[in-house]
Every structure is written in structure tokens, then in C-alpha cells.
């Protein structure tokens, strides 16, 4: 079976072809945001399989366009400014999206030391000044 063609056509200005991605990628990251606010793993799955395929996509156009003839990058300098803020603001919103995540796992591994019995507290002096964590759960009443 022949396989498919990884050629990029440059009928198309590859500077469009990257801004249309790179706007569909922050869509992308958009939708990521809003799978981890609404704590929805299977769109939080769907969408990071997306993102990946848009990020490699976007870095085998920056390939080929790096690996054309000098003559042949020049005259599109609003466009590649274009793909210079869009890629931009792709970075700034995956920092925001694993800022998200990271908050995101801290309140999971906190929620389950609860659960769990295990102390987030730090070591705090008990009698004698030895440091001594809280360690199990509490009795608050007996129903």
C-alpha cells in the first residue's frame, strides 16, 4: 500500500497554512482549558490527542519551510508576523493550561490524603518541642 504523501504544497503561502493552523490549535487549547475546569477526562483526552497532531503538523511545515531555497521565504512578512503572535499565544495558553492541571492535582492528592488519613499539614511541635504530624482521621461525633 502506498503511503500518503508528507509534501507539503506550496501553492498555498506555508505562512497561511501555519496561521490556520496555529488558530485551529488555539481553539484547541481553548477547548483544553474547558476540559480541565470541568474535570471531563474523556474531553481532556480527545482534546490533548488533537493538540498533539496539531503540534506536529505545525513543526513539519516549520521544517519545510526552513528547508526551502532563501529566495522563496521573503515576501510574506505580515503573514509570519501572524504566525509569530498566533504561536505566541499558543505558548501562553498552554502555560496557562498547565498551571490549570497542576492546581488541578494538587487539590486530587490533597482530597485523597483526607480520604486517606495522611497529613498535608507540615511537622508542628508537640509536648517536649518534638515535631510530631497529625496522622489519621478524626472522631467528630458518634451518630
Known sequence: MPRPSTAIDWSVTPWEELAATGDELLTVLDDERDALLGRDPAALERTVERKLAL?????????AHAARPLQAHGADTPLRARVDQVLE???????????IAHQREIGARQALDVITGKSTASTVYGRGGRNTARRGGHSIGVA
Open 89 to 99: 499565544e499558543a505558548i501562553r495558553r498552554n502555560e496557562l493550561n498547565g498551571r
Open 55 to 63: 503540534l506536529s503538523s505545525i513543526e513539519t511545515m516549520l521544517r
